[in-house]
């Protein structure tokens, strides 16, 4: 179970967190990323940070703007943003995936969050 929150409205050039709350599963053998969607399209890998290491990866567009981080102890993931752009406004996803190397046997295995809307407006 994944549960998003901290969406809303912001102005550009603003800044917003999005947290994603984990339960049910080990979150520290899961890898947390987050995506996005708007209806034109299709769903957007924004970031990434992996299990064990920790290593981030981010998309293009939002790279040197956004920072993916988490708290294996609060099994919570965040999304700061910074600097937001008409174009960031979507409906932001938590995303697990389970593993690399995954003790629990849980490689592969996936649960997805059921979205929190960010709106950039003047």
């Known amino acids: 179970y994944l549960a998003e929150s901290g969406g809303g409205l912001v102005q550009p050039g603003g800044s917003l967190t999005l947290s994603c709350e984990a339960s049910g599963y080990t979150f520290s053998h899961y890898s947390m990323s987050w995506y996005r969607q708007t209806p034109e399209k299709e769903r957007e890998l924004v970031a990434t940070i992996t299990r064990p290491t920790g290593t981030t990866t981010y998309g293009d567009a939002v790279k040197g703007r956004f920072t993916i981080s988490r708290d294996n102890e609060k099994n919570m993931v965040y999304l700061e943003m910074t600097n937001l752009e008409y174009d960031d406004t979507a409906v932001y996803y938590c995303?697990?995936?389970?593993?690399?190397?995954?003790?629990?046997?849980?490689?592969?295995?996936?649960?997805w969050g059921k979205g929190t809307l960010v709106a950039v407006s003047s």
């Open positions: 995303h697990a995936r389970g593993g690399p190397g995954c003790p629990t046997f849980c490689d592969g295995m996936v649960f």
